[in-house]
């Protein structure tokens, strides 16, 4: 059974950076395309970006494009988010998740929640002065 923990946030100002971190447990990461996603105070939970295990594609929401970038290294079974030019309204709860194992996906689009099997319990990130 795959276990997924995050770790990497914090409190930071605007402008500043984050890298969080997903380390898999149980389960090797590497037949598994992984998803950041975070949930503000009361809004829903979104994709933030995704990472294939099959050909290493990327996807990113238009909100973090430019400024995020995913990547894992299987060798650690580690997936990571790096978080620059953070903006007060990055603040929220980052989850990373496991899924589509074993699928050869190129992603040219967004993921869904449904796709994941396999979610870490949350980092709270929060920006401000």
């Known amino acids: 059974q795959l276990q997924l923990v995050e770790s990497g946030g914090g409190l930071v100002q605007p402008g500043g950076s984050l890298r969080l971190s997903c380390a898999g447990s149980?389960?090797?990461?590497?037949?598994?395309?992984i998803g950041w996603f975070r949930q503000a105070p009361g809004k829903e939970r979104e994709g933030v970006s995704f990472?294939?295990?099959?050909?290493?594609?990327?996807y990113y929401a238009n909100s973090v494009k430019g400024r995020f970038t995913i990547s894992r290294d299987n060798a650690k079974n580690t997936a990571y988010l790096q978080m620059n030019s953070l903006k007060p309204e990055d603040t929220a709860v980052y989850y990373c998740?496991?899924?589509?194992?074993?699928?050869?996906?190129?992603?040219?689009?967004?993921?869904?929640?449904?796709?994941?099997?396999?979610w870490g319990q949350g980092t709270q990130v929060t920006v401000s002065p």
């Open positions: 998740a496991a899924g589509l194992r074993g699928i050869a996906t190129h992603l040219a689009g967004p993921l869904h929640e449904s796709d994941f099997n396999y």
């Open positions: 149980g389960s090797s990461l590497d037949y598994y395309t």
């Open positions: 990472i294939s295990s099959s050909d290493g594609s990327t």
